[in-house]
């Protein structure tokens, strides 16, 4: 075959790898040597056709490309970290090199694209980049959407009675292509050809034109450059001009060094390709995958809540960027394979989205799923897409109309034929259809109104929820509960870890609950304690279950999880704090692990699972009741001294108990003693009280000032950064940063004592900057 040609011909010319070659052993195989990004499996399905790579080679030399491909997601993460190591300066070059004949069409229109926001190297691009960001910031973008939203109706009003559409021409194309000109302020008059163009200029960077193509490609390219010229001596005459691109041009009048006539032009014409196409392509693969996975569609139609985590998951499992580009300035290691300079990357999101290392059944679409907003589709980062938040948006915006108006919406027979590209990835066609005599707003005219809005920016945890209803609902002991959930629909709810906690929904009230039943049966068990001095919601939750009622739930989430492989373990409970605990005994009995469990409560009647709990882990004798009005309180110290080498403690009660262990296992190395606080201090800010703080991104290069009155977490969003958060209480450890260096006052309740003084992470929903300190974070 031509690939082991290819290979036989590189081994008589000597091997090219010998430097690439170390301890991980031989960049290249039969696979790399067959992997071809143009067409077969990579066009059908990117991550699939790359899952050997993550499995046996996760960094190998493709000889057909000329590139080194990387498919795992911290591989990937890793290079897009740093970008003076590994430079964006090959983003725009032509994946396939040109013919004579093209560039000489090219240099006929004078084109001399250059550098723009995406291959631009350091200092020059975060120069750039801070001095136009501020049309980007979620606040400014709010103003953004009625427009969006109007365009979108219009589209769908054009074709809500026809019964059958192509939603790619009829709606996904043109919507986010006006939505750009209007956020850049450029004029609509040309959308027929810009059309064109924009197709050109993709083929001509990520595609593999043939050569006849190449000059028709260059010819469009070349006009397209032109074209933008003109449009930008256009926009200089309006000096008052409105969007990002008049911006621009009045910064280049402001600051000719750092936004350069070159940039704006390059600029111009990149620009309008990154600002439409990514976000038609991620629309059309949205609604392909929903459509095929029915169930989700219809959670959505009954729960519009659920659309931008659905949104985030459509982009992880089927993005409209597959794949990015990055060149080596000196020699590199990455995934332990080292590589010389010069070395040409290609870096594939779309594999990393489905890395089972980082995603938990990775190859599943689920749009309940609680990372999903960590893929890579936006890239990371310095050079993270600035207008995520606009695609978003309008994915969004696209994504409840359609669910609202036509919530009979399906795929028709067809199809599905994708361009050949490395990078940009979405189906050519989309044909979609529906009875128009089954309309909802034919009975309910006021339904094209009730719309919901979405705040800008990645989705809060808060917003992953599904319905499920009360089986069950029992006594379990003197002021508690003890609840069966069971999915609304009748589905098994997802399986959990011990430890694990679901947090329930019941109007305005919101509390986590720790799961205590036996997992994989499809149902969840949970035991609730009445704390008539807390802050209402266990009594609501008391006072308003009621069997067969439905309700809210997140999660399940585990940020207390069991060490299997530990040769002892002591489970310690205090009071309600059973319930996380007695799963942990369930599951190192189900494994044969070794395991006592110390129950501490005020009265047997008071203690609830206490029965379970003996039925189920008595006879081994591993379960020790301290009844503090029949036994006496525990004896931590003498149970820590007990405790045998590698041994590990997990306990989860009072606030008292986890610090009096705490003082007790101070001694003990690191990770022997784990714990889990049910409530939380005051966390309110006092700003009379408070320090301003200055913080440095490093990862993103931004400079931020967290004000007196403002948490990290929120300055963090405000500037645009994507970070996960769920209790903002200090509980769950979800909103989680790394510190690189400056002092950090710890007010979470989730690191340990040796983590604090380690400094190398801290909760954004809390912790703060020691005195006013800077701090440095990654
Ligand atoms: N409270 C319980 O009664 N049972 C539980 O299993 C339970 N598990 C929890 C798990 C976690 C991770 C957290 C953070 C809290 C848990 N709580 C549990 C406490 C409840 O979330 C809530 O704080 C409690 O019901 C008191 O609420 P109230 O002050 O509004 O009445």
Redesign the pocket.
């Known amino acids: 075959s031509p690939s082991d040609a290819s290979l036989r011909a590189q081994r008589e010319q000597g091997c090219p790898f010998s430097s690439a070659v170390n301890a991980k052993g031989c960049p290249a195989s039969e696979m790399a040597a067959q992997f071809d990004p143009f067409e077969g499996p990579y066009l059908v399905d990117p991550a699939e056709a790359l899952r050997w790579s993550r499995d046996q080679l996760p960094v190998f030399y493709s000889p057909k490309l000329g590139y080194w491909v990387v498919s795992r997601y911290d591989d990937i993460k890793a290079v897009f970290r740093d970008p003076i190591l590994f430079s964006p300066k090959n983003v725009l070059e032509k994946i396939t090199p040109p013919t004579k004949e093209a560039v000489e069409v090219l240099r006929g229109y004078d084109y001399a694209m250059d550098r723009t926001m995406v291959n631009e190297d350091e200092p020059a691009h975060m120069a750039r980049r801070r001095a136009l960001i501020d049309h980007f910031l979620p606040e400014r973008l709010e103003r953004q959407q009625e427009m969006v939203r109007q365009l979108t109706r219009e589209r769908i009003d054009a074709f809500i009675d026809s019964g059958r559409v192509e939603l790619i021409d009829a709606m996904l194309y043109e919507v986010p292509l006006l939505v750009a000109l209007h956020f850049l302020g450029v004029p609509e008059d040309e959308i027929a050809t810009l059309r064109t163009f924009s197709l050109a200029h993709s083929v001509n960077t990520w595609g593999k034109p043939t050569p006849e193509q190449q000059v028709q490609v260059a010819h469009d390219v070349g006009r397209f450059w032109q074209y933008a010229g003109e449009v930008i001596e256009k926009m200089r005459a309006e000096t008052a001009g409105d969007g990002w691109m008049h911006y621009t041009i009045r910064k280049n009048a402001e600051m000719p060094e750092i936004v350069t006539d070159s940039y704006v032009h390059s600029m111009m014409m990149a620009i309008i390709v990154a600002a439409h196409e990514t976000t038609s392509l991620a629309s059309a693969n949205m609604f392909k995958t929903l459509l095929s996975h029915r169930s989700a569609w219809e959670d959505i139609c009954a729960d519009p809540s659920l659309i931008p985590n659905a949104v985030e998951e459509c982009l992880r499992y089927a993005g409209s960027i597959v794949a990015w580009r990055r060149q080596t300035t000196g020699p590199a290691t990455v995934g332990g394979v080292d590589l010389p300079e010069g070395a040409k990357l290609l870096i594939v999101q779309a594999s990393g989205n489905q890395d089972e290392r980082h995603f938990e059944n990775a190859d599943r679409f689920d749009i309940y799923r609680d990372n999903a907003v960590d893929h890579l589709t936006f890239g990371y980062g310095a050079h993270q897409c600035m207008g995520k938040n606009i695609g978003r948006m309008e994915m969004r915006i696209f994504l409840e109309e359609m669910t609202r108006r036509l919530p009979h919406l399906r795929l028709a027979e067809q199809e599905f034929s994708y361009m050949p590209s490395t990078s940009f990835r979405g189906p050519d066609r989309l044909w979609v259809e529906w009875d128009p005599a089954l309309n909802p707003e034919r009975d309910d005219h006021a339904l094209a109104e009730k719309v919901r809005h979405f705040p800008v920016g990645a989705p809060a945890a808060k917003e992953i929820a599904r319905s499920v209803r009360v089986s069950a609902l029992r006594q379990e002991a003197e002021g508690?509960i003890g609840v069966t959930l069971e999915d609304a629909r009748g589905r098994p709810l997802p399986d959990w870890s011990a430890g694990a906690?679901i947090?329930l929904c019941l109007g305005d009230?919101e509390?986590?609950?720790?799961l205590?039943g036996r997992p994989g049966n499809g149902r969840y068990e949970?035991?609730?304690?009445?704390?008539?001095?807390?802050?209402?919601?266990?009594?609501?939750?008391h006072e308003h279950l009621r069997e067969g009622g439905e309700l809210r739930l997140r999660g399940p989430s585990n940020?207390?999880r069991l060490d299997e492989a530990a040769p002892h373990h002591v489970l310690i409970a205090g009071g309600?704090?059973i319930?996380?605990i007695i799963a942990m005994a369930d599951r190192l009995k189900a494994i044969g692990a070794d395991y006592e469990v110390h129950y501490c409560g005020r009265s047997r009647r008071a203690m609830a699972l206490r029965e379970r709990l003996q039925a189920d882990h008595g006879s081994s004798g591993c379960v020790h009741l301290h009844i503090g009005n029949e036994t006496g309180r525990a004896d931590f110290a003498q149970i820590v001294a007990e405790l045998p080498e590698d041994g590990r403690i997990y306990a989860?009660g009072p606030d008292r108990m986890i610090s009096d262990l705490e003082a007790q296992t101070a001694d003990l190395p690191d990770g022997s003693f784990h714990f889990?606080?049910?409530?939380?201090q005051n966390v309110a800010l006092d700003p009379d009280k408070e320090w301003a703080f200055e913080v440095e991104l490093v990862d993103s290069g931004l400079n931020l000032s967290v004000a007196a009155d403002e948490t990290l977490l929120d300055a963090l969003r405000n500037a645009g950064v994507d970070v996960p958060s769920d209790?903002c209480?200090g509980?769950?450890g979800s909103c989680e940063v790394t510190v690189l260096q400056g002092g950090v006052d710890h007010r979470d309740k989730v690191l340990t004592r040796s983590e604090r003084t380690e400094n190398r992470r801290m909760m954004s929903c809390c912790s703060r900057a020691k005195n006013g300190q800077r701090i440095k974070l990654a």
Do not use: M, N
Not at 511 to 514: E, G, H, N, Q, T
Not at 527 to 532: F, H, N, V
Not at 676 to 680: K, L, P, R, S
């Open positions: 508690v906690h947090e009230v509390r986590k609950y720790s205590c949970i035991a609730i304690l009445r704390e008539d001095a807390g802050r209402g919601g266990s009594r609501h939750f940020f207390f309600i704090g319930t996380p989860c889990e606080h049910f409530t939380a209790c209480e509980l769950c």
